[in-house]
Every structure is written in structure tokens, then in C-alpha cells.
């Protein structure tokens, strides 16, 4: 199974011990919150409140607040700590037996007890429904699972992974009541029973309102009452207009770059802030490595040449994105610079065109490129075409651009009808396994038919076994360094994260790292 709805749209910003223990906080609980109710705005659409089926931005912002992982993601931090357990840990060599310690009185919000039982339920669940549009593919490592006692979770791995306490801290993670939801089958009513800081009250066409929940236990405190989630359905315009209007207190994702931008410059006279925090999301240019034209290392090696992506995020995005020069972005662990190290910063046509006469190409390359605009929003169109001109400006390309919508876009590139399309990646888990090991391991989300022994047999399994995540930079370095020579890939950008917010809001900072972890309670709203 692939994993797909990871891919997104436009841009919006190390270690991880053997032994996770217990120390970051005392059990505060929700208390009921303090501060007003929050009312925020999102064009990302929640594609389901079942966390056996929801693999997307939205969805995984509701997991994130209203369900309970094992571990979660402290603010400012890429490294998991206890929440529902009180401690976990890796139990001997190999990385293959992973304890974890649940809290004294955990209860979900319709106070029922939370168990051993559930988690085991939660994580087998994730795994036997195996929705495509799920989660489940985190979880493949996971060969059994015990519960020696209600308090006790034992998974043991198939494979050494020390990536598993971040597999877990996400929204695959979540904790579901084993009483409320069906083993075999998604939940459709629109609710959602967790044991996280927030209920969900309400989900539909419009909205969500969320309460805060009383029986929460955990090292979070809610700073508001509860928020509301209005929906605008990728009508960038109407969020302004409601931001503007005060009809929301907060816009997240869905914002267009020049609206961004102005009222970034107007901030202190629209009584409105524009928060800018770290991001992860990229974006790539995908090569498909058997077609006739781009089959040839030579056509991909003049394209590297070529590309301008500082006119990219400056033209395009606005500077709302940063230039991205590796497959692993600034701000994770193992990160580097391969793609400018070989190709440069700046276009150079003279060895884009010593590439092309190397491999025996002397007129000019016929190219399509190709981009939905249902899935990565009407600046994807743009920036395809800067790239063209880009490409044809050289005097070495005939390029051009086309879009499909993105079921027919997915569907063309399976079936390897596309030699150059896009695709954009959200990452799961702050770590540099997730920015490699779903482009290039076995089942690849890219379907560019590229395949590396190297990376496939030896450096993944070597870095997916390293428990202390700083010796993994060696191998994660090859691995850069390898794409980028063999380019099945072209790095665009990498997105920075916004809010734009009334005055009177405070805490957002703490949403917008590289867990990509939008915190509900750390907001307030005086």
C-alpha cells in the first residue's frame, strides 16, 4: 500500500534517545481551560475524524487535540516524549521491543476507562482496517503486540526501527475507545471518542467545535475554552474576508502568498499579527526514471542546471517559502546541501547544455510538465510555468505545461504516464527517515519506477536500527548525496508556516515547528 494524502499543496518550517522516560511535567490535566473560545479559520478540508482512516494535514490536526498518543511532541522539540505512558523504552539490543508504562487514571471523554486493552486495540485496528487513505503504513513494523497488564503495552518489531516512538507520537498514535469503535470498520457518524485535551462536539460541512476535556490527563493546560473550526473550502478570498471582518481569530493554511505578504506589511494597522514559525513541508519535482525523455540522466542533470528557485519562492510564493537544496529540509536532523553543491544556486546553461551533448542530445528537449491544481492549489500552475520558461529561456527545451485534476493526476502517474510531475510532502514525524524512506524504500509513494540497492538494502535499514538518531547523519548524508547525483527527484522548496491572527491572540508560535503539531491549547485569546 502507498501512502498519498501526506502530499499537499502550497507552503504555508535530532536525536532521539534509546530510553523515553517520564520528567516532562506533572499530570496538570485540562482543568476545564481558562481564556475565551477561539474561532479559527482553514481551507484544508478534515477528510475524517476516524484516525484509522484520516492521512492528511487537516484530519491529523483534529487527532492531535482530541486523541491521546503514547508519546507526543513537547513544543519546540522534534522529540518525543511520554503523554498517555508515563515512560517508554526500547528493551535490549536491536530496537525491536518497545515498553511502554501507561498513567495512573487515564479515561476517555465519555469517561470510560483507558487501558492497555485500547491501545492495543487502536494500533491492531489501524492495521486490519488498512484504509488507503490511512495511516497504516507507519505501522508495518509491528509484529505483535502484548498487554501483560492493564497498565503495560509490549510491542515487538519485525524489524529494528528507532523510529517507532515518532511513528507513535503522531497521529497514527491515536488512542481510540475499544467500546465506541467497530474492529474492522470505520467510524462514519462524524464523532470522535478520545482521551485528548479536547472533545469534538460537532463536525460537519462548516465547522467543528471542540470543548475542552475535563478528564484529560497529561502534561498539557488548555489556555482558552474551546475552539471552532470553520471551513472555507480552498476559497482564499472568504478567509481574508472573514479574518478582516473579525468573523474568525485566526487563519491557518489556506491563506494565498501575497495575502500573506500584505498584511505582513500592514501589521500594527489592520489590528492583525502575522505569525511566521519553522516548517517542513516540500516540494519536489518527480522524474519518472523509464520515460523515453527524462529516462536519461543527462536531460534530469540540464534541468538541475536550470531551475531557479530563489525566482521560484520570490516570484511565485512571495518569499512564503525557502529554497530547498537536499531531500531532507533545513531544521531536521542529517540535513545537507547536495543538490547545490553539484548543480549550483544559480542557473547555468553552459553545463546544462554539456550535459545534454554527453549523452548525445543536440536539439532541443520536448517536455511536458505536469501539475493538478485540485490537489497543490492554482500557484502550483504558476510555478510550473516559471519552470518552463526557465527550461526554454536556455534555448535547450520546448517545454510546456499541463494539469489534470488529481484523481486522473494519480491514476497517469501509476500508470507511468508522466515523465516530470509534481508532488509536495508533509512529514509525519520530525525525523530524517521520513523524508527518505517513503521517496525510496519498498512500496515508494513516488511511482517513478527509481531504485537504489544502496539505499533500499543497506543505508535505510542501517539508519531505521540507529537508536541514537545523531549517528544516523553519516548514512543520511550518502543517501542525500546519491539522489542527488542520480536526480530522481528535483528539490524545489521548502515551506515556512503561517497564522495570521487578531491581536488579541497569543500562544500560536507553539503550533507552527517541525512536528508539525498545531497545539489548540497552547493558544489565547485575551
Known amino acids: 500500500m502507498k501512502r498519498r494524502n501526506q502530499w499537499l499543496a502550497a507552503?504555508?518550517?535530532?536525536?532521539?534517545?534509546?530510553?523515553?522516560?517520564?520528567?516532562?511535567?506533572?499530570?496538570?490535566?485540562?482543568?476545564?481551560?481558562?481564556?475565551?473560545?477561539?474561532?479559527?479559520?482553514?481551507?484544508?478540508?478534515?477528510?475524517?475524524?476516524?484516525?484509522?482512516?484520516?492521512?492528511?494535514?487537516?484530519?491529523?490536526?483534529?487527532?492531535?487535540?482530541?486523541?491521546?498518543?503514547?508519546?507526543?511532541?513537547?513544543?519546540?522539540?522534534?522529540?518525543?516524549?511520554?503523554?498517555?505512558?508515563?515512560?517508554?523504552?526500547?528493551?535490549?539490543?536491536?530496537?525491536?521491543?518497545?515498553?511502554?508504562?501507561?498513567?495512573?487514571?487515564?479515561?476517555?471523554?465519555?469517561?470510560?476507562?483507558?487501558?492497555?486493552?485500547?491501545?492495543?486495540?487502536?494500533?491492531?485496528?489501524?492495521?486490519?482496517?488498512?484504509?488507503?487513505n490511512g495511516p497504516a503504513v507507519m505501522l508495518t513494523s509491528i509484529g505483535s503486540i502484548d498487554t501483560p497488564d492493564e497498565k503495560t503495552v509490549v510491542f515487538r518489531l519485525k524489524v529494528p526501527d528507532a523510529t517507532f516512538p515518532s511513528k507513535i507520537a503522531s497521529g497514527a498514535g491515536s488512542i481510540v475507545d475499544h467500546r465506541e469503535?467497530?474492529?474492522?470498520?470505520?467510524?462514519?457518524?462524524?464523532?470522535?471518542?478520545?482521551?485528548?485535551?479536547?472533545?469534538?462536539?460537532?463536525?460537519?460541512?462548516?465547522?467543528?467545535?471542540?470543548?475542552?476535556?475535563?478528564?484529560?490527563?497529561?502534561?498539557?493546560?488548555?489556555?482558552?475554552?474551546?475552539m471552532t473550526i470553520r471551513f472555507f473550502d480552498d476559497d482564499q478570498a472568504a478567509l481574508k474576508n472573514a479574518l478582516?471582518?473579525?468573523?474568525?481569530?485566526?487563519?491557518?493554511?489556506?491563506?494565498?502568498?501575497?495575502?500573506?505578504?500584505?498584511?505582513?506589511?500592514q501589521s500594527g494597522k489592520t489590528g492583525l499579527d502575522v505569525v511566521e514559525g519553522n516548517g517542513a513541508e516540500v516540494q519536489h519535482l518527480v522524474f519518472n526514471v523509464k520515460h523515453p525523455v527524462v529516462g536519461e540522466?543527462?536531460?534530469?542533470?540540464?534541468?538541475?542546471?536550470?531551475?531557479?528557485?530563489?525566482?521560484?519562492?520570490?516570484?511565485?510564493?512571495?518569499?512564503?517559502?525557502?529554497?530547498?537544496?537536499?531531500?531532507v529540509p533545513s531544521g531536521i536532523a542529517a540535513h545537507n546541501t547536495a543538490f547545490f553543491d553539484r548543480y549550483g544556486g544559480t542557473p547555468q546553461p553552459d553545463k546544462a547544455r554539456q550535459a545534454l551533448r554527453k549523452a548525445g542530445i543536440t536539439g532541443k528537449v520536448k517536455l511536458t510538465l505536469w501539475t493538478t491544481p485540485s490537489r497543490y492549489g492554482p500557484a502550483a500552475g504558476q510555478e510550473f510555468e516559471t519552470i518552463a520558461k526557465q527550461l526554454n529561456d536556455s534555448g535547450l527545451f520546448d517545454a510546456e505545461v499541463k494539469s489534470v485534476e488529481f484523481e486522473q493526476y494519480e491514476k497517469d502517474i501509476a500508470a507511468g504516464k508522466y515523465g516530470v510531475y509534481l508532488k509536495g510532502w508533509v512529514p509525519d514525524y520530525p525525523d530524517p527517515d521520513n523524508f527518505t524512506q517513503p521517496f525510496f524504500g519498498e512500496g515508494n509513494v513516488l511511482s517513478n519506477n527509481y531504485e537504489n540497492p544502496t539505499i533500499t538494502d543497506d543505508i535505510i535499514p542501517a539508519t531505521s536500527a540507529m537508536a541514537d538518531r545523531a549517528e544516523t547523519e553519516k548514512d543520511f548524508g550518502r543517501l542525500q548525496n546519491l539522489v542527488a547525483e542520480e536526480l530522481p527527484i528535483l528539490?524545489?522548496?521548502?515551506?515556512?508556516?503561517?497564522?495570521?491572527?487578531?491581536?488579541?491572540?497569543?500562544?500560536?508560535?507553539?503550533?507552527l515547528d517541525a512536528s508539525t503539531v498545531f497545539r489548540f491549547w497552547e493558544i489565547s485569546k485575551g
Not at 491563506?255 to 498584511?263: E, K, M, N, R, W
Not at 528539490?491 to 503550533?511: C, D, F, H, I, M
Open 11 to 132: 507552503p504555508l518550517g535530532a536525536g532521539l534517545a534509546a530510553g523515553l522516560l517520564s520528567g516532562c511535567g506533572a499530570q496538570e490535566g485540562a482543568s476545564g481551560g481558562t481564556g475565551e473560545s477561539v474561532v479559527m479559520g482553514m481551507s484544508d478540508d478534515v477528510a475524517a475524524t476516524d484516525p484509522a482512516s484520516g492521512y492528511d494535514p487537516g484530519s491529523w490536526l483534529l487527532f492531535n487535540n482530541v486523541f491521546q498518543s503514547l508519546l507526543s511532541f513537547p513544543k519546540g522539540s522534534t522529540v518525543p516524549q511520554p503523554d498517555a505512558a508515563e515512560k517508554c523504552t526500547f528493551e535490549g539490543s536491536g530496537s525491536k521491543v518497545y515498553r511502554c508504562t501507561l498513567r495512573d487514571g487515564l479515561k476517555f471523554s465519555n469517561g470510560n476507562s483507558l487501558t492497555s486493552k485500547d491501545v492495543k486495540f487502536s494500533f491492531e485496528r489501524t492495521l486490519k482496517i488498512d484504509d488507503v
Open 181 to 226: 469503535y467497530s474492529f474492522d470498520k470505520l467510524r462514519t457518524d462524524n464523532q470522535a471518542v478520545g482521551s485528548g485535551v479536547y472533545k469534538l462536539e460537532s463536525f460537519d460541512d462548516e465547522k467543528a467545535t471542540f470543548s475542552v476535556n475535563p478528564g484529560y490527563q497529561g502534561t498539557a493546560k488548555a489556555k482558552n475554552s474551546g
Open 244 to 265: 478582516q471582518k473579525g468573523d474568525v481569530d485566526i487563519a491557518y493554511r489556506g491563506l494565498a502568498a501575497q495575502d500573506i505578504v500584505g498584511l505582513n506589511d
Open 297 to 327: 540522466l543527462g536531460v534530469r542533470k540540464a534541468i538541475a542546471y536550470l531551475v531557479d528557485r530563489e525566482a521560484l519562492v520570490s516570484d511565485v510564493y512571495n518569499g512564503t517559502a525557502s529554497p530547498l537544496y537536499s531531500i
Open 491 to 511: 528539490p524545489l522548496w521548502q515551506g515556512k508556516q503561517y497564522v495570521v491572527a487578531r491581536e488579541n491572540v497569543t500562544g500560536l508560535q507553539w503550533s
